[in-house]
Protein backbone atom coordinates (compact mmCIF):
# COMPACT_ATOMS: atom_id res chain seq x y z
CA UNK A 1 0.00 0.00 0.00
CA UNK A 2 2.84 2.24 0.75
CA UNK A 3 3.71 1.96 -3.13
CA UNK A 4 -0.14 2.79 -4.32
CA UNK A 5 -0.26 5.60 -1.93
CA UNK A 6 3.18 6.64 -2.89
CA UNK A 7 1.82 6.71 -6.36
CA UNK A 8 -0.91 8.80 -5.23
CA UNK A 9 1.65 11.81 -3.89
CA UNK A 10 3.99 11.77 -6.74
CA UNK A 11 2.66 14.31 -9.16
CA UNK A 12 3.62 12.76 -13.25
CA UNK A 13 4.57 9.24 -11.71
CA UNK A 14 3.55 6.65 -14.38
CA UNK A 15 3.05 3.20 -13.31
CA UNK A 16 4.23 2.34 -16.99
CA UNK A 17 7.61 4.27 -17.38
CA UNK A 18 8.53 4.70 -13.85
CA UNK A 19 10.32 2.16 -11.79
CA UNK A 20 8.74 1.59 -8.78
CA UNK A 21 12.48 2.87 -6.51
CA UNK A 22 11.41 6.23 -8.08
CA UNK A 23 8.94 7.20 -5.21
CA UNK A 24 11.33 6.72 -2.86
CA UNK A 25 13.29 9.91 -4.04
CA UNK A 26 13.99 12.76 -1.72
CA UNK A 27 11.84 15.01 -4.13
CA UNK A 28 8.94 14.39 -6.94
CA UNK A 29 10.61 16.71 -10.32
CA UNK A 30 7.16 18.19 -10.65
CA UNK A 31 6.08 19.54 -7.09
CA UNK A 32 9.23 18.72 -5.11
CA UNK A 33 6.63 17.49 -2.46
CA UNK A 34 8.58 14.68 -0.11
CA UNK A 35 5.39 12.91 0.49
CA UNK A 36 5.78 10.06 -1.58
CA UNK A 37 9.28 9.45 -0.64
CA UNK A 38 8.40 10.23 3.16
CA UNK A 39 5.32 7.68 2.59
CA UNK A 40 6.99 5.26 0.35
CA UNK A 41 10.53 5.10 2.10
CA UNK A 42 8.79 4.17 5.55
CA UNK A 43 6.29 1.98 4.45
CA UNK A 44 9.69 -0.09 3.05
CA UNK A 45 11.09 0.36 6.23
CA UNK A 46 8.12 -1.03 8.31
CA UNK A 47 7.41 -3.78 6.02
CA UNK A 48 11.44 -5.21 5.81
CA UNK A 49 11.45 -4.83 9.94
CA UNK A 50 8.09 -6.65 10.14
CA UNK A 51 9.55 -9.40 7.54
CA UNK A 52 12.49 -9.76 9.64
CA UNK A 53 10.14 -10.18 12.85
CA UNK A 54 8.45 -12.73 10.90
CA UNK A 55 11.61 -14.18 10.00
CA UNK A 56 12.48 -14.93 13.82
CA UNK A 57 9.10 -16.01 14.72
CA UNK A 58 9.03 -18.48 11.73
CA UNK A 59 12.21 -19.75 12.87
CA UNK A 60 11.32 -20.60 16.46
CA UNK A 61 8.36 -21.90 15.11
CA UNK A 62 8.91 -24.01 12.20
CA UNK A 63 13.32 -24.10 12.37
CA UNK A 64 12.79 -24.47 8.55
CA UNK A 65 15.94 -22.58 6.62
CA UNK A 66 15.32 -22.85 3.79
CA UNK A 67 12.62 -20.49 4.71
CA UNK A 68 13.68 -18.86 7.16
CA UNK A 69 16.95 -17.34 5.54
CA UNK A 70 15.86 -16.21 2.32
CA UNK A 71 12.70 -14.71 4.50
CA UNK A 72 15.47 -13.05 6.83
CA UNK A 73 17.21 -11.09 3.81
CA UNK A 74 14.15 -10.61 2.12
CA UNK A 75 12.78 -8.63 5.12
CA UNK A 76 16.62 -6.66 5.43
CA UNK A 77 17.02 -6.32 1.85
CA UNK A 78 13.28 -4.55 1.32
CA UNK A 79 14.24 -2.09 4.92
CA UNK A 80 17.65 -1.48 2.74
CA UNK A 81 15.32 0.20 -0.31
CA UNK A 82 13.48 2.37 2.07
CA UNK A 83 16.92 3.22 3.66
CA UNK A 84 18.95 3.84 0.74
CA UNK A 85 16.79 4.95 -1.69
CA UNK A 86 17.70 5.23 -5.50
CA UNK A 87 19.53 8.54 -5.41
CA UNK A 88 22.79 6.53 -4.17
CA UNK A 89 22.45 4.42 -7.11
CA UNK A 90 24.90 1.35 -6.35
CA UNK A 91 23.68 0.51 -2.83
CA UNK A 92 20.15 0.80 -3.72
CA UNK A 93 21.21 -1.46 -7.17
CA UNK A 94 22.15 -4.41 -4.33
CA UNK A 95 18.66 -4.43 -2.39
CA UNK A 96 16.92 -4.41 -5.07
CA UNK A 97 18.73 -7.21 -6.29
CA UNK A 98 18.54 -8.61 -2.69
CA UNK A 99 14.77 -7.82 -2.74
CA UNK A 100 14.20 -9.69 -6.58
CA UNK A 101 15.90 -12.46 -5.61
CA UNK A 102 15.67 -13.45 -1.83
CA UNK A 103 11.47 -12.92 -2.45
CA UNK A 104 11.36 -15.58 -5.10
CA UNK A 105 13.63 -18.06 -3.75
CA UNK A 106 11.60 -17.97 -0.21
CA UNK A 107 8.45 -18.38 -2.41
CA UNK A 108 9.51 -21.30 -4.31
CA UNK A 109 10.96 -22.85 -1.40
CA UNK A 110 8.13 -22.75 0.87
CA UNK A 111 6.91 -25.05 -1.64
CA UNK A 112 8.94 -28.41 0.12
CA UNK A 113 7.76 -27.14 3.78
CA UNK A 114 4.27 -26.81 3.35
CA UNK A 115 1.62 -29.86 3.49
CA UNK A 116 -1.61 -28.02 1.71
CA UNK A 117 -2.08 -28.05 -1.97
CA UNK A 118 -1.70 -24.33 -1.23
CA UNK A 119 2.05 -25.23 -1.72
CA UNK A 120 1.87 -25.18 -5.59
CA UNK A 121 0.38 -21.50 -5.00
CA UNK A 122 3.33 -20.45 -3.39
CA UNK A 123 5.71 -22.07 -5.88
CA UNK A 124 3.42 -20.36 -8.74
CA UNK A 125 3.94 -16.65 -7.05
CA UNK A 126 7.67 -17.56 -6.98
CA UNK A 127 7.88 -18.79 -10.00
CA UNK A 128 6.12 -15.95 -11.61
CA UNK A 129 8.12 -13.37 -10.29
CA UNK A 130 11.19 -15.32 -11.16
CA UNK A 131 9.86 -15.61 -14.47
CA UNK A 132 9.36 -11.85 -15.08
CA UNK A 133 12.73 -11.32 -12.94
CA UNK A 134 14.94 -13.15 -15.86
CA UNK A 135 12.32 -11.90 -18.78
CA UNK A 136 12.95 -8.72 -17.42
CA UNK A 137 14.01 -6.89 -20.75
CA UNK A 138 11.40 -8.95 -23.35
CA UNK A 139 8.65 -7.67 -20.55
CA UNK A 140 10.05 -3.92 -20.22
CA UNK A 141 9.43 -3.61 -23.87
CA UNK A 142 5.62 -5.03 -23.57
CA UNK A 143 4.74 -3.25 -19.99
CA UNK A 144 7.10 -0.43 -19.66
CA UNK A 145 10.00 -0.48 -16.96
CA UNK A 146 7.26 0.19 -13.94
CA UNK A 147 4.44 -2.40 -15.37
CA UNK A 148 7.19 -5.16 -15.42
CA UNK A 149 9.09 -4.63 -11.66
CA UNK A 150 5.19 -4.79 -10.58
CA UNK A 151 4.97 -7.72 -11.72
CA UNK A 152 8.64 -9.12 -10.36
CA UNK A 153 7.47 -7.13 -6.73
CA UNK A 154 3.68 -8.03 -6.53
CA UNK A 155 3.83 -12.31 -6.56
CA UNK A 156 5.79 -12.17 -3.68
CA UNK A 157 4.47 -9.90 -1.79
CA UNK A 158 1.46 -11.29 -2.26
CA UNK A 159 3.08 -14.49 -0.94
CA UNK A 160 4.11 -12.89 2.01
CA UNK A 161 0.29 -12.39 2.89
CA UNK A 162 -0.75 -15.48 1.54
CA UNK A 163 2.13 -17.82 3.35
CA UNK A 164 1.13 -16.05 6.45
CA UNK A 165 -2.60 -16.54 6.11
CA UNK A 166 -1.24 -20.37 5.41
CA UNK A 167 0.84 -20.67 8.70
CA UNK A 168 -1.75 -18.62 11.15
CA UNK A 169 -4.77 -21.67 9.74
CA UNK A 170 -2.84 -24.23 10.35
CA UNK A 171 -3.71 -26.68 13.41
CA UNK A 172 -0.35 -28.33 13.75
CA UNK A 173 3.05 -26.91 14.37
CA UNK A 174 6.08 -27.42 12.48
Known amino acids: MGIVTGEFYFRGYSVRNNPISDLGQRTDPVNHSIKSALIFNSAMIIAGFAVVLSAYFLHNAMHKNIVVIPLLVHGIAIAGIGIFNSNLSFIHLFFAIATFTSGEFVAISSFSVSDSPAKFIFAALGITSFAFLIGNPIFTKILGTGGAERWIVYPTTIWLIVYGAY ?8
Open 167 to 174: LLGTQTSH
